[in-house]
């Protein structure tokens, strides 16, 4: 079995778009989408839908509902915390937890994302 795509209900599709492919390198296939939905490639094919069809201004997940981004070692966790803080976004230093490097944040559009290795 192969996963295909998943669906993430997020407050602002264009946001989430543009924060995702500009930190985690998915890919819209120069598709923009629009304020309703829109839809990205990770370099495994899997496909991430972004949507808000009620034009919700926020999203409610459980606590410990987060997606993430595995890297290819914790100087690039580092890295990418780096790069967050220095464009603005509030992120925790990485620390070593369930036996990974990593830390978590609240991207826009109003999900979390864990980095780790």
């Known amino acids: ?3 295909n795509h998943l669906n993430l209900a997020v407050s602002d599709v264009q ?4 924060f995702l492919e500009k930190y985690f390198g998915l890919d819209s296939e120069g598709k923009p989408g629009n304020d309703h939905i829109a ?4 370099e495994n094919g899997i496909v991430l839908t972004l949507s808000n069809f009620n034009q919700g201004a926020e999203v409610k997940y459980p606590d410990t509902f987060h997606i ?3 890297q290819e070692s914790p100087e690039r966790v580092n890295e990418i915390n780096q790069r967050l803080k220095a464009d603005g976004f509030e992120v925790d230093p990485p620390q070593k937890f369930h036996g ?3 830390f978590y944040f609240l991207a826009p559009g ?3 994302i ?3 290795s």
Request: aromatic share 18%; hydrophobic share 55%.
């Open 1 to 3: 079995m192969i996963l």
């Open 15 to 18: 946001k989430a778009k543009q």
């Open 39 to 42: 839809f990205l490639r990770d």
């Open 68 to 70: 993430g981004f595995i």
């Open 100 to 102: 990974s490097w990593t």
């Open 110 to 112: 109003g999900f979390v």
């Open 114 to 116: 864990e980095v780790l």
